[in-house]
T-cell receptor
Framework: DGGITQSPKYLFRKEGQNVTLSCEQN?????MYWYRQDPGQGLRLIYY???????QKGDIAEGYSVSREKKESFPLTVTSAQKNPTAFYLC????????????FGQGTRLTVV | KQEVTQIPAALSVPEGENLVLNCSFT??????LQWFRQDPGKGLTSLLL?????REQTSGRLNASLDKSSGRSTLYIAASQPGDSATYLC?????????????FGGGTRVLVKP
């Protein structure tokens, strides 16, 4: 089945540690996105990529990094510079054409311990 | 800057009643508006996508309307069922924003009581 797979479902990070969240899609979409969701708040954009080997900062990119070496994959690294990383992270993808429908993965819940 | 608002933040109705969920946005220069459903601890499921040239979109018991000039969209769910309990989010893609980025409302948490 076509879709977006995020892993792991739950992730625990120690203070000062970098962690990487995985996002893979087999929908053949050019564009991929990372959003962060905090309780009681709407989703906020961290990074997005419209094409392989290119990505752009979103509204809250500080403390995060991404790569886009393959069309299918868009991993997100939460670095130690991110002071409040505990949140629910959602990956999405869409076709390149303007106004296309977006599809989301099942999310990764990151907790700092 | 685009602001998307969903009021109320939470809603409780008895089973069988029709649900009416509201979404408002401040900038009408949008490509489309998308409604999503989110179950607790899960990702977003796309329900309906309304292009800016459309007035409404229907899928089964769901009907979404769009009034771009007034900056409003409404999601109607007919004959609600306990399985409709979830958080419903609306989001817009702005014409002047690069990359099909979505701007989300804060969501409406719905509880349908048996």
């Amino acid at each position: 089945d076509g879709g977006i797979t995020q892993s792991p479902k739950y992730l625990f990070r120690k203070e000062g540690q970098n962690v990487t969240l995985s996002c893979e899609q087999n929908l053949n979409h050019d564009a991929m996105y990372w959003y962060r969701q905090d309780p009681g708040q709407g989703l906020r954009l961290i990074y997005y990529s419209q094409i392989v080997n290119d990505f752009q900062k979103g509204d809250i990119a500080e403390g995060y990094s991404v790569s886009r070496e393959k069309k299918e994959s868009f991993p997100l690294t939460v670095t130690s510079a991110q002071k409040n990383p505990t949140a629910f992270y959602l990956c999405a993808s869409s076709p390149q054409s303007a106004g296309s429908e977006a599809f989301f993965g099942q999310g990764t819940r990151l907790t700092v311990v | 800057k685009q602001e998307v608002t969903q009021i109320p933040a939470a809603l409780s109705v008895p089973e069988g009643e029709n649900l009416v969920l509201n979404c408002s946005f401040t900038d009408s220069a949008i490509y489309n508006l998308q409604w999503f459903r989110q179950d607790p601890g899960k990702g977003l499921t796309s329900l309906l996508l309304i292009q800016s040239s459309q007035r409404e979109q229907t899928s089964g018991r769901l009907n979404a309307s769009l009034d771009k000039s007034s900056g409003r969209s409404t999601l109607y769910i007919a004959a609600s069922q306990p399985g409709d309990s979830a958080t419903y989010l609306c989001a817009v893609i702005m014409i002047k924003a690069a990359g099909n980025k979505l701007t989300f409302g804060g969501g409406t948490r719905v509880l349908v009581k048996p």
